[in-house]
């Protein structure tokens, strides 16, 4: 049994552990422990937590790649889920936590948030902060990597050049959230360009399509109009569309969001 354990904020080195005069240090994923190499210095200054007994059902091998990266938003596991705070490779786990901290964040910015004035990316940044800041070290930090989605035959490739269209980005939103639309035909042209650029440039690491949503949100109930959250069916090709959005061709995106928002006024 692992007797003494350090719950940190940190990801690396849970503890460290004594035998023949050498230390060794140690790591947790879920639930288990796995021997890597030493951690950072500034690590080792703020854990100095020893065991005296490793108990072999705990200990399994680093499932994580990229260990010794210095740019932690590369260390991923196989199945592509993040290095995180809650120690695991489970995706789904992960899902749900996330889940719920952008369900504590739209609740915050409803009673919070001053929608009468316009505002920009770092806006933004500062929301997927918010949602990310005990899931993922990097929360509200730009992506650093290329990432990739689909097939290999099919796959989409976001590059890390696409961060340069942030200033134009950041340009669009505050003309947008400076204006006032009460035309459902108006706010949805320029919602379906601004989520579309948005998920092109991919900002961040995880999580682009919660934040590209709940901005939705706070632009539509910030005109009066009922929150959508962006409940997709399959039926509704979401991703066929924002592939549209990314040629520039905005009507398919446009389309969702006028058919989502007439559904939420229907059924109040």
């Known amino acids: 049994m692992v007797e003494h354990t350090t719950k940190t904020k940190y990801l690396l080195y849970s503890f460290k552990y004594k035998k023949d005069s050498k230390y060794s240090y140690w790591y947790e994923t879920d639930n288990s422990y796995f021997k890597e190499t030493k951690p ?11 065991i005296k007994k490793l108990d072999d059902e705990k200990i399994s ?10 740019d932690i938003q ?35 910015l409803v009673d919070n948030f001053d929608i009468s004035k316009a505002f920009g990316f770092k806006t933004v940044q500062e929301w997927h902060e ?9 929360a509200g930090k730009l992506r650093t990597v290329a990432m990739s989605k689909g097939s290999e035959s099919e796959a989409w490739i976001w590059r890390v050049e696409f961060l340069n269209g942030i200033p134009e980005l950041d340009a669009l939103m505050k003309d947008i ?12 042209r320029d ?18 399509g919660r934040v590209s949503r709940l901005l939705c949100d706070i632009i539509l109930a910030k005109n009066g109009f009922p929150m959508i959250g962006l409940s997709l ?12 959005g990314y040629e520039c061709d905005y009507k398919p995106m446009q389309e969702l969001l006028k058919v989502k928002i007439l559904e939420e006024i229907k059924s109040e």
């Open 130 to 138: 918010q949602i990310f800041a005990t899931i993922y070290p990097f």
């Open 177 to 188: 959230t400076k204006k006032d639309y009460d035309d459902i035909d108006a706010i949805t």
């Open 74 to 108: 590369k260390i991923i596991t196989h199945s592509g889920v993040c290095l995180n705070y809650l120690k695991s490779t489970d995706g789904e786990y992960i899902q749900k936590k996330e889940d719920l901290k952008l369900l504590e964040l739209y609740s915050y």
């Open 233 to 244: 069916k399959k039926e509704d090709n979401y991703i066929k569309r924002v592939h549209s």
């Open 61 to 70: 091998i680093n499932p994580w790649q990229e260990w010794k990266s210095n």
């Open 40 to 50: 950072p210095k500034t690590i080792l200054d703020k854990i100095t937590k020893e």
């Open 191 to 208: 919602l379906s360009q601004l989520i579309s650029d948005f998920l092109f440039i991919h900002p961040f690491r995880e999580g682009n």
